[in-house]
């Protein structure tokens, strides 16, 4: 066959060509081509050689090149091996170099050129495109064959050639070169180089130095242009350091190894450019821009690891010093602590580094552990181990599976933390390092040593090469590490009891959403995020001088039964945020922690206060001293009486400069004492409103002390038939009757002796006013002061003109007015029906007797008939028109009918039997059953009835609903109202209180007909 030359080439025919048919088309082979070679390549390497072939020949490349480069091209292949992909690579790796003959000059020249670009095509995709868009990078691997640089020279070197850049574009794309260049290189002295890994892991790391000092110099070049040199107070320059946290810090840095930074400057200050700022903002701008830098880098070059930022508390990158310790002195996790094991500056000021890794240092390794460090390093251990029983895990990268790079140089660290107080050799950041210290202190067997350097020593390699973790040999070495590190786990704590999934997820690092998701699955809540934000807001102390390992330590001990409690409350998720709230503002969570450890009611009692009560839950957070007071009500025996009450709030008001805050803190710390032994049950009802009742009284008695002192020096005293007057406060209602409730509205009047006016003591000159005047005004500062809203709210709601002796607008009347008009004074009635609970509460004990001796009189002069009978009916009907049928109070049934019954049956038997004139519903209906004027029956059941519908209307309060008295709407306030009553379920509760309601209604108009 005849032979041709290559299409539209300048070569003439050579005679060394023999003909072959390909496409049709006769092409010659050189001569000293091994024949064998090429028979070995299929028909496709075939037509792919000749192409390539061809297109030298298009490029001018001289018949001479060619019968060269064929011949070294097929012999430094194995030809079953060679592939299209393959000669492709080689041709377009060829037609991207700046001189395509000059490149196939040299392969003339050294035989080992050609075997050595066809290893680096071999490497893989990235490699190739890196080759390709670099084609002077073949040339640095050639000369070096990837071996190892003299690491000064080398990090001198690129750091010099990137920041001389002109700008910022020119350096970050000159550090895309070098990185890709330099990984090339390190590859290839890797896996074909026969580079030692902890050489190879060596070079990596030290291009990581590099890339991230040279990307901090380019930074701060860009900054300083704008903002000048960030200073210290005395005018030096302030210092700024970057650390890296893990792996690069230990000098085994893999290309896929995260890069985990610390940001550290030194002093604040400000700038002292043309716009100068803080330091604290200058740093916090230099951090970010590294970030861009480096996050640019990776997005060009897309294998660049992952850059993430090691934080402290608070949203700031870069953190001053001082700051820095002190959090990780008050607030520092023991997964902090051994995160910084390896720790190690990596750009940045040598002396600012070095001073604070110092200082780490000693925070990191302690030769004596407090209980919160135990259970933080036992964490640690339960972490490492559950992750190793994930055996079901048979994908994923090498470092990720059980067994390891994850795990080996967690457990090393892990050891290296527990020995590290006593044994000062395992302090170092490298783990094949940490592993011969840990074994010649003899904290690991000869076995477990030679089986972890060996296991770290594969996966190391493994990772650097890619290797398929699925591979059959490849998981056997993961079965025996696994093994190894559970045998060194077993070994650390032995004998440890079983924790729960929750306390690891407090103890541990923030863990990935299926984690929190699992943990907190038990535990009804809807919102796991935000679920366990709450919990982990619930580990930490926000007062600097307080502990948070302390605190996270006794919490991770209650945790799983305080969720439990929370879980069964009508609404787990509102109930833990207002917990967190509450606990939030009490401070010291700790000592609470440590209190529900060895009180498991006090547990209970404060979760179903967070669940069921805002009213009370807000009191804590508005004054968190009052933990003191809820502790307090949990030891007493019973609450304290009246005069106890008196005496106290004297002695806290007595030279107080503000008297009114006094007395709301009082109020507040005795209405959390009812409240939280009311959801406890450690109360009857009754003994409860007496006591809110009582509480009201001590504070009515200092405010018309105060008030009356006030006036006195402004009008002088009051004066009636030659001799000082003498008045007398009373208590209407429901506060007369000592039945009030936690809102319930103060009723109050005032009766004194007589006309006159007041008189300026020693004669002095001064405005004078009438007595009447005077004691109005009284009335009406006493209501104003309780009804003022100030910073703390409303002391009490106070209605003097509700009250019924007011039925002509006059606060305060002389006692006469009763004597003279009778029952007329008292507004007919309904005014004589709810001046049946008047009580005095303050003032002169002879006026206070004669006002209810003229109401008793005024009742007794009640005339009764049909039409009275009728009157009361017709009221009570009238009053329950406009209720809705949910409310406790005015509805059918509701607390009214046994008001109006039982004061309709005393107005009618007080004639004949005066002891039933009482203010108090319980009293009265008490004494008509001693007097056989009501059955036993009838007493019992209308005392059992109105005493629950108050305890109902009393968890009303304490849920603070907008509708003081109607029972909830909606499915979730009642059964948030069900739980709080520890009544069945809400539909329960809902029967009972139909039941008692008919009841009631049916002895309302059975009794009033008699």
Known sequence: MEATGYPNSSVPNSPEFVDIIMDAEPIALPANLDRSLWQNCSASVQRSLENLCQQFVQMGVPGDLLNTFLPRFLSSTDGHALDEHLVRSVQDYVCAHRSPLSFLSLVERDE?????????????????????????????????????????????????????????????????????????????????????????????????????????????????????????????????????????????????????????????????????????????????????????????????????????????????????????????????????????????????????????????????????????????????????????????????????????????????????????????????????????????????????????????????????????DVKSMLDQSQATLQQILNDTFPNEAESTAIQDLILGPKPDGNVIQAALASFRFQDHHQAYKNVMALADERIAFLSSRRCRHYLSGIVAPLLTLISQTPNPDETLTNLTHVSESLGGKCVLWELFQFNAPTMELYVRLCSTSPYLSSMLVSNPGMLDELMDSLVLNKLPPLEKLKSIVADLVRNAENPDLILHEFKNAQHLTAGVRDILEKEDISRTMRFLSDVAEACVMQVASLEFNHLKQRYGTPWHNDQPSQFALFAFGKFGAQEPNYHSVMDIGLFYDGNGSTVHAHGKNGKSTTNQHFYNELVQRIAKRFNNLGAAGRLFEMDPLHSPLMSTGVLARPVQDLEQLGSAACGGLEGLQKMCSIRPVFGSPEIGQRALDQVREAVNAWSWDTISINDVIERRLQLQQNALDRNLKRSEGGTVDVEYLVRTLQMRHIRNHPQVFQASIIRTLEELANANLLSDCDAANLRHSYLRLRRIESGLRLMNTQARHDLPSNARDFRKLAYLLRSESADALLIECRQWMAKNREMFLRLMAL
């Open 112 to 472: 080992l050129c050609l075997p050595v670009l066809l290893n680096i095509l071999k490497l893989g995709s990235a490699e190739r495109e890196t080759l390709f868009a670099d084609p002077e990078a073949f040339e640095l691997i050639r000369v070096t064959d990837g071996q190892p640089l003299a690491e000064e020279d080398f990090f001198r070197d690129v750091h010099a050639e990137i920041t001389s850049m002109p700008d910022r574009t020119s350096a970050i794309h000159d550090m895309c070169r070098h990185y890709l260049r330099e990984r090339l290189r390190i590859l290839y002295g890797h896996i074909y180089g026969k580079v030692d890994i902890d050489q190879t892991l060596r070079q990596i790391t030290v291009l990581a130095n590099a890339i991230c000092e040279s990307a901090l110099t380019v930074a701060e070049r860009k900054l300083q242009e704008k903002r000048g040199i960030p200073c210290r107070p005395d005018g030096t320059q302030s210092a700024f350091t970057v650390i890296a946290v893990g792996e690069l810090a230990g000098w085994e840095a893999t290309f896929q190894t995260a890069w985990e930074l610390f940001f550290l400057y030194d002093a604040d200050g400000r700038t002292n450019g043309a716009k100068p700022i803080d330091n604290a903002d200058y740093f916090e701008q230099l951090t970010r821009e590294v970030l861009e830098i480096l996050h640019e880098l990776g997005t060009k070059v897309g294998q660049l690891p992952f850059v993430q930022v090691f934080r402290t508390s608070g949203d700031r990158l870069a953190i001053q010093r001082h700051a820095a310790l002190r959090h990780f002195d008050t607030r520092g996790r023991t997964w902090e602590r051994d995160a910084w094991v390896k720790a190690r500056r990596v750009a940045g000021d040598q002396e600012l580094a070095a001073e604070f890794l110092a200082l780490m240092e000693t925070w990191v390794y302690r030769r004596y552990y407090t209980p919160s460090d135990l259970t933080g390093v036992r964490a640690l251990k339960r972490r490492l181990q559950q992750h190793l029983r994930q055996s079901d895990l048979h994908a994923g990268k090498i470092d990720q599976r059980p067994g390891g790079l994850d795990d080996i140089h967690g457990v090393v660290r892990l050891l290296q933390l527990i020995n590290g107080g006593d044994v000062s050799e395992v302090r170092t950041t490298n783990s094949r390092d940490a592993i011969r210290q840990l074994g010649h202190a003899q904290f690991l067997t000869q076995n477990e040593q030679a089986g972890l350097e060996s296991a770290l020593h594969a996966f190391q390699r493994m990772q650097i090469s890619l290797a398929d973790p699925s591979q059959p």
